[in-house]
């Protein structure tokens, strides 16, 4: 695709991609750049569309609401599971064509930021992953995983079979889902785990920048540049 773009993806469902996407597009749109954003197909929203707090939404207000926000999100359907089985609890499918051309009404914006749904393999469709669609669209990844035990191990996993799958890894982020409890003297606290796990990170997925988002803050530190990330000059 032309211009820049990010694919923002997780090591499972429920780490913070929707957070660190939305913070993404904030600095982006702070350094004056036109930003895109894409939710490809959504899964878990009530009947009656797209409300006030969806991914979708969250992404389309930190973007400045560009167009309509139903291109935004182009298929969602109710039931909080896998979209290809939320779409057959409705007696539908996912259109796997629209997955790749609904990033088309992202056109004009000099980077665009794709919010994939659950993990880098879950599926998308019946034959798609988000692994799939960011091979289609040409973007590399960003990693989210939740700052917490295990964040080590599931995300090095992740950014390798990212790289056997052809795909190119922009940034990691750690995103604190939950305010951390504990004393950082405390090994074992949760405070002193997301700090660990970021510093150990950085050092075994050099030269990937690895960041973090802390719980409730808007903004991902160090403070990276997001639009060389994305290839968007």
């Not at 939404?57 to 599971?81: N, S």
């Not at 050092?203 to 803050?217: D, F, K, Q, S």
Request: with cysteine.
């Amino acid at each position: 695709m032309k211009g820049g773009g990010l694919y923002i993806t997780g090591t499972d469902t429920g780490v913070g991609k929707t957070a660190v996407a939305a913070a993404v597009v904030r600095r982006l749109v702070a350094d004056g750049t036109p930003v895109g954003v894409y939710k490809p197909v959504a899964s878990g929203v009530p009947p009656g569309g797209l409300a006030a707090g969806s991914d979708a939404a969250v992404l389309w207000e930190a973007a400045g609401r560009p167009g309509p926000l139903a291109a935004v999100c182009p298929q969602a359907f109710a039931a909080p599971i896998a979209p290809p089985r939320a779409a057959r609890a409705e007696g539908r499918r996912v259109d796997e064509r629209l997955l790749v051309t609904g990033l088309s009404a992202c056109h004009g914006a000099a980077v665009v930021v794709v919010e994939g749904a659950g993990g880098l393999f879950s599926p998308l469709a019946d034959g798609l992953t988000n692994a799939d669609l960011a091979i289609a669209a040409g973007l590399p990844l960003v990693v989210v995983d939740a700052a917490r035990l295990g964040a080590i191990g599931r995300t090095v996993a992740v950014v390798r079979a990212a790289a056997a799958a052809g795909l190119r890894v922009a940034a990691v982020v750690l995103s604190h889902v939950d305010p951390l409890a504990g004393s950082l003297d405390d090994p074992a606290s949760a405070a002193s785990i997301a700090r660990d796990s970021a510093v150990d990170l950085a050092t075994l997925l050099a030269p990937i920048p690895v960041a973090v988002l802390r719980h409730g803050r808007p903004a991902i530190e160090p403070d990276l540049d997001w639009r060389r990330l994305a290839g968007g000059g």
